[in-house]
T-cell receptor
């Protein structure tokens, strides 16, 4: 399988549940990202990992907990979420392209999360 | 704080029409990227522009990076229903691998 994959594609969870989102990239990239996309809001950067080290936590509530065991896998652990956390959660990876002179991001299809 | 404002926010046009979408900032970016996102999917990278004044073409899509590297535009010639989607611009913080995204332009092309 190529590119960036995410599982599950859809998730419905209650506010007291614990669940995890999984992301896997097959592109050999060093950086991985979690984004949140809500209706009527720009794409929000949540977490960034570079070479498995977390380099950005964009003031995300502690009920979201990322994990990056290696450069190819990224998890987002969810616990005690609120209804306003319902959104599309997107994973991406990137690598510097010397041909284009810039980092370029490649996204997975996302997990549509609904918190009831 | 670096921000990217896109305009228009929504655009509904007939097949065959031309359109331009804008991405503006008060900050200088080392590069800007354009993505298209279809419902239920993640954004797909269309192009990266890195040089002020640069123009890139992708079939009927023409991308331009402003001379001062603070803005970019996307022009679509003879739009088709397959062009329907959310168009996003994005730029890196201070030339790093961390990005901010624009507010998005939702395009609908009617057959």
């Amino acid at each position: 399988e190529t590119g960036v994959t995410q599982t599950p594609r859809h998730l419905v969870m209650g506010m007291t549940n614990k669940k995890s989102l999984k992301c896997e990239q097959h592109l050999g990239h060093n950086a991985m990202y979690w984004y949140k996309q809500s209706a009527k809001k720009p794409l929000e950067l949540m977490f960034v990992y570079n070479f498995k080290e977390q380099t950005e936590n964009n003031s995300v509530p502690s009920r979201f907990s990322p994990e990056c065991p290696n450069s190819s896998h990224l998890f987002l652990h969810l616990h005690t979420l609120q209804p306003e956390d319902s959104a599309l959660y997107l994973c991406a990876s990137s690598q510097f392209s010397s041909e284009r002179g810039a980092y370029e991001q490649y996204f997975g299809p996302g997990t549509r999360l609904t918190v009831t | 704080t670096q921000l990217l404002e896109q305009s228009p926010q929504f655009l509904s046009i007939q097949e065959g029409e031309n359109l331009t979408v804008y991405c503006n900032s008060s900050s200088v970016f080392s590069s800007l990227q354009w993505y298209r996102q279809e419902p239920g999917e993640g954004p797909v990278l269309l192009v990266t522009v890195v040089t002020g004044g640069e123009v890139k073409k992708l079939k009927r899509l023409t991308f331009q990076f402003g001379d001062a590297r603070k803005d970019s535009s996307l022009h679509i010639t003879a739009a088709q229903p397959g062009d329907t989607g959310l168009y996003l611009c994005a730029g890196p913080f201070s030339g790093t691998y961390k990005y901010i995204f624009g507010t998005g332009t939702r395009l609908k092309v009617l057959a």
